[in-house]
């Protein structure tokens, strides 16, 4: 199972509001923005027209891209998950045993980490260390991560 390939229902959301935004508001400007610039003349040595095109480019891309992924996402309702352990799409609190530090994470889909954002919550990839550490943890227990920093040791204290 690629579990690189799920994502939750919020960030599906998310996407297809980024792809909603890109279209309505982002895509239109740069269009207005290059239609002005090839009124300066020359376009063989017009930055502003070479700079608008590569910034429409650059837009035209990412809708590309988001649209062609999310038709390959499957689609994760976490809504009915019970919050008896760590699974895809739920939160859960955890307190380093070296720090004390406690940190709230999020198991999201590879393709929403730059979408989910939510205020206190660390989303972390299914498919990441930290992640999969997670996964399948249960209240109490304690998980080990081996991280590019060296080995953590995460107490798990509530899941939601």
């Given at each position: 199972?690629?579990?690189?390939?799920?994502?939750?229902?919020?960030?599906?959301?998310?996407?297809?509001?980024?792809?909603?935004?890109?279209?309505?508001?982002?895509?239109?400007?740069?269009?207005?923005?290059?239609?002005?610039?090839?009124?300066?003349?020359?376009?063989?040595?017009?930055?502003?027209?070479?700079?608008?095109?590569?910034?429409?480019?650059?837009?035209?891309?990412?809708?590309?891209?988001?649209?062609?992924?999310?038709?390959?996402?499957?689609?994760?309702?976490?809504?009915?998950?019970?919050?008896?352990?760590?699974?895809?799409?739920?939160?859960?609190?955890?307190?380093?045993?070296?720090?004390?530090?406690?940190?709230?994470?999020?198991?999201?889909?590879?393709?929403?980490?730059?979408y989910a954002h939510e205020d206190g919550i660390q989303a972390v990839s299914v498919v990441s260390p930290?992640?999969?550490?997670?996964?399948?943890?249960?209240?109490?227990?304690?998980?080990?991560?081996?991280?590019?920093?060296?080995?953590?040791?995460?107490?798990?204290?509530?899941?939601?």
């Amino acid at each position: 199972m690629d579990h690189a390939l799920f994502i939750t229902k919020q960030g599906m959301e998310l996407i297809q509001r980024r792809i909603s935004h890109l279209m309505n508001n982002e895509r239109p400007d740069v269009i207005k923005a290059v239609a002005t610039a090839r009124e300066f003349g020359d376009l063989s040595e017009n930055a502003e027209y070479k700079a608008a095109r590569e910034q429409q480019r650059a837009i035209d891309g990412e809708i590309d891209y988001l649209r062609r992924r999310s038709a390959l996402l499957k689609v994760v309702d976490t809504d009915a998950f019970p919050r008896d352990m760590v699974r895809f799409g739920l939160c859960c609190e955890t307190l380093e045993d070296e720090t004390g530090e406690q940190i709230w994470y999020r198991i999201v889909g590879v393709e929403e980490l730059n979408y989910a954002h939510e205020d206190g919550i660390q989303a972390v990839s299914v498919v990441s260390p930290i992640g999969k550490a997670l996964m399948g943890k249960k209240e109490g227990e304690i998980c080990t991560v081996q991280a590019p920093m060296g080995l953590r040791r995460l107490r798990i204290l509530a899941v939601k």
